[in-house]
């Protein structure tokens, strides 16, 4: 079993910045990647960005240039440093973590609130 907890996340000022957190624990033998998605009010779930072991990195076009996603493979840990942002950006930001065994795993969430 796989535990997957985020932290990070709180209030913040339009142009401020955040780092979340994500840890993986328990039974990650070859994670293949991680990535960050994040949930609105009222919209679906979206990929914010992801990375692979080898460091590959994926990001949404909406955060490009404003996140940056890092990962410490000994760390079984993935960061999204989150700059300039904006009140849209406000949403519950998820951690997910998929296993080279086809087995994807997620995190509780944490808020991300953007407001003056």
């Known amino acids: 079993q796989v535990q997957v907890v985020e932290s990070g996340g709180g209030l913040v000022q339009p142009g401020g910045s955040l780092r979340l957190t994500c840890v993986a624990s328990?039974?990650?033998?070859?994670?293949?990647?991680m990535g960050w998605y994040r949930r609105a009010p009222g919209k679906q779930r979206e990929l914010v960005a992801s990375i692979t072991s080898g460091g590959n990195t994926n990001y949404a076009d909406s955060v490009t240039e404003r996140f940056t996603i890092s990962r410490d493979n000994a760390k079984h840990t993935a960061y999204l440093q989150m700059n300039s942002l904006k009140p849209e950006d406000t949403a519950v930001y998820y951690c997910n973590t998929f296993l080279l065994r086809g087995i994807s795993y997620w995190g509780e969430g944490t808020q991300v609130s953007v407001s003056s």
């Open positions: 328990g039974s990650v033998f070859n994670i293949a990647r």
